[in-house]
Nanobody
Framework: LQLEESGGGSVQPGGSLRLSCVAS????????MGWFRQVPGKEREEISV???????VYLDSVKGRFTISRDNAKSTIYLQMNDLRVDDTADYFC???????????????????WGQGTKVTVSS
């Protein structure tokens, strides 16, 4: 069982990045999946989740700028991040939700499989 993120990097404010998370060892289509981010000294925070059916939820601070999507045929979920801000700087993680039902953003205890993370730095 594995999740592997990629796509992080350094970008100027207003720029864009697309993160990818490839799942292996389990059928992605059976699970809701989330993206989290974490900055030093703070708890990992879920910023978006996508259900098995493709419905999505976003943290208010990223709503309208970030888009989560999934391609089950490629066993991959994505996070398109536009209009990036300095305070989006963080380590980003994808995670598999424990529960099949999605009723909003949750804490890290509701996920049972994590990627290693990818770093996003937004600075001028």
């Amino acid at each position: 069982l594995q999740l592997e993120e990629s796509g992080g990097g350094s970008v100027q404010p207003g720029g864009s990045l697309r993160l990818s998370c490839v799942a292996s060892g389990f059928p992605l289509e059976h699970y809701a999946m989330g993206w989290f981010r974490q900055v030093p000294g703070k708890e990992r925070e879920e910023i978006s989740v996508i259900s098995r059916a493709g419905s999505t939820v976003y943290l208010d601070s990223v709503k309208g700028r970030f888009t989560i999507s999934r391609d089950n045929a490629k066993s991959t979920i994505y996070l398109q991040m536009n209009d990036l801000r300095v305070d989006d700087t963080a380590d980003y993680f994808c995670a598999r939700r424990r529960r099949l039902f999605v009723d909003g953003l949750k804490g890290p205890q509701e996920s049972d499989l994590w990627g290693q993370g990818t770093k996003v730095t937004v600075s001028s």
